[in-house]
């Protein structure tokens, strides 16, 4: 009976065993973990259809957005919810964030997306999400080199090495970017706190300098519009986590800063720890150009747009921290340029 026993509990256990490695999956037959292998799509399938639509995924996505994706398509509470990406994108464009062609509208004519219910599914969805996505790389690659589609580790500059005189100062006001934040990490919903940020004196400024060019084809944002940003891009759902994942200008730009918020929290740390840097680099360049008794004492409004690195207006000028991020250097030249004009 005892044998009996031991070799009773040896093979529950091997099935625990072997059962636990496989690992939990989703209702699209999808592991759950961010490990996943590429292998883990196919297992357990002869499907030479499956094999092609995951062969042609590698070309599109890394295994870390492979596994990003396919966690938030796993999370939709219902199949049809992947089809509130393209309300995501008309919204937008309604409310003065569209790309006016610069990146292609994620639209159901040119972009199908099949409802997620298993896994093949599942792996159409993604190929079309990856193939989009890669079209907004592209562009960016092209389009826009200099914008930064991720942190780059760069190192915080030093001191100074010249001695600026107290005549010519500079502030940089970190308010909004430190208020968004804390936005996010309250996991607030409140339309009416976000609006709040919207009506910062750094984003009013903004908004008018954007609706001024005169080139900027209607609609323009407003404070409403702009709360919308903020408010959808705090938002957790699996179909706006996605929506955010395409393309780092979504939802005005606040897409990246979201996505990117442990870094950007940091960022604004380094920026307040080295104001007087900043404020010495770019006043060193100009008082040059400046005589006594002239004084200069100038606050940077630190904000978020989608495409417009800088502006600037009688009542004041800031720069776009998601088209910089840790690049000190592209920072500094913009901040330089700006302030002379000033």
Request: proline letters at 5%; a negative charge.
């Amino acid at each position: 009976m005892l044998d009996k026993f031991i070799v009773t509990l040896f093979l529950v256990t091997l099935t625990i065993v072997l059962l636990s490695g496989c690992g939990p999956q989703n209702r699209l037959g999808i592991p759950q973990d961010h490990d996943f292998k590429w292998e883990d799509l196919r297992a357990d399938s002869t499907s030479t259809q499956l094999d092609s639509l995951v062969t042609e995924l590698r070309r599109y996505l890394t295994l870390k957005d492979a596994q990003i994706l396919f966690d938030y398509l796993g999370r939709l509470k219902r199949p049809s919810d992947i089809n509130r990406l393209y309300e995501l994108q008309e919204m937008q464009s309604a409310s003065g964030g569209g790309f006016y062609g610069l990146f292609d509208e994620l639209t159901p004519e040119k972009y199908p997306l099949v409802e997620p219910i298993d896994l093949e599914s599942a792996l159409q969805c993604a190929l079309t999400l990856a193939s989009y996505r890669s079209h907004c790389q592209d562009i960016m690659n092209t389009q826009m080199p200099e914008f930064p589609q991720e942190f780059s580790g760069f190192t915080p500059p030093r001191a100074y090495r010249i001695e600026v005189s107290d005549r010519y100062q500079l502030s940089i006001d970190l308010s909004f970017a430190e208020k968004v934040l804390a936005y996010y990490n309250s996991n607030s919903d409140d339309f009416e706190t976000a609006l709040g940020l919207s009506r910062h004196p750094i984003i009013e400024n903004m908004l008018a300098h954007r609706r001024d060019l005169g080139y900027i084809e209607p609609p323009l944002p407003d404070d409403s519009d702009y709360a919308r940003f903020i408010l959808l891009s705090a938002d957790n759902s699996p179909e706006t986590m996605i929506f955010k994942w395409l393309n780092p200008h979504n939802l005005f730009g606040f897409a990246d800063f979201y996505r990117y918020r442990d870094n950007y929290d940091s960022l604004v740390d380094v920026i307040r720890e080295r104001e007087k840097f900043f404020s010495d680099r770019v006043m060193g360049h100009i008082s040059w150009f400046l005589m006594e008794p002239l004084r200069v004492h100038d606050t940077l409004g630190i904000g978020i747009n989608w495409g417009i690195r800088s502006w600037a207006t009688a009542d004041g000028y800031g720069s776009n921290i998601i088209m910089f991020k840790d690049n000190y250097e592209m920072f500094l030249q913009t901040v330089t340029h700006e302030t002379f004009h000033r």
